[in-house]
């Protein structure tokens, strides 16, 4: 099979069922930036020791995503043709895991904090930030044609787990966030 096909040449891609899209369709742009996410989460885990803990939790997250894109770039008049893994675990999965690692840390979160301190928390934030774009994407499309709920519910949840991976990495690391401001909402 060729990579290159030449419809991209013209302004297309193919989306699943055998339909085009325009490249600069909504439906694209969000899976765009899905990838995007995903290729910055390879980037972390290269980062990362081969045993870390995260390692397991990460690949996970990455093969959801492919996934997810699947199912993004699925018309809903298509869905019930679309066979891929439907990862409606991934909420639950993200909670889990975030809220493992805040109840290690000591001091509660309620303030705005500059992303950084280390290679490994600054490139969270950058996944963390990647999916929030995705996110937006994600909303237009679904008011234009509406996703299955479980993809909108795991992208937000994902950015969520990165801020506080972010976070938990400073604090494994012993070293301070550099805090802004405090909300003035308190949850």
Avoid at 158 to 185: I, N, W
């Amino acid at each position: 099979m060729k990579v290159y096909t030449r419809t991209g040449d013209k302004g297309l891609t193919g989306i699943f069922g055998g339909m085009s899209a325009k490249k600069d369709d909504i439906r694209i742009e969000c899976n765009g930036i899905l990838d995007e996410a995903n290729s910055f989460i390879g980037l972390l885990r290269s980062k990362l020791e081969p045993d870390h803990a995260w390692q397991k939790g990460l690949f996970k997250v990455q093969m959801d995503l492919m996934d997810i894109m699947s199912h993004v770039a699925t018309h809903s008049t298509l869905r019930s043709k679309n066979t891929v893994n439907r990862p409606e675990d991934g909420e639950k999965f993200c909670e889990e895991w975030i809220d493992a690692m805040l109840a290690e840390m000591p001091e509660p979160h309620d303030w705005f904090i500059l992303p950084g301190g280390t290679e490994i928390s600054a490139l969270c934030h950058v996944v963390r930030t990647v999916l929030r774009t995705a996110e937006r994407r994600a909303f237009t499309l679904n008011q234009q044609d509406p996703m299955e709920p479980f993809i909108l519910r795991y992208i937000n949840r994902l950015s969520d787990l990165f801020f506080v991976m972010a976070r938990y990495q400073l604090f494994e690391a012993r070293l301070s966030e550099e805090k802004v401001r405090p909300f003035k909402m308190k949850r």
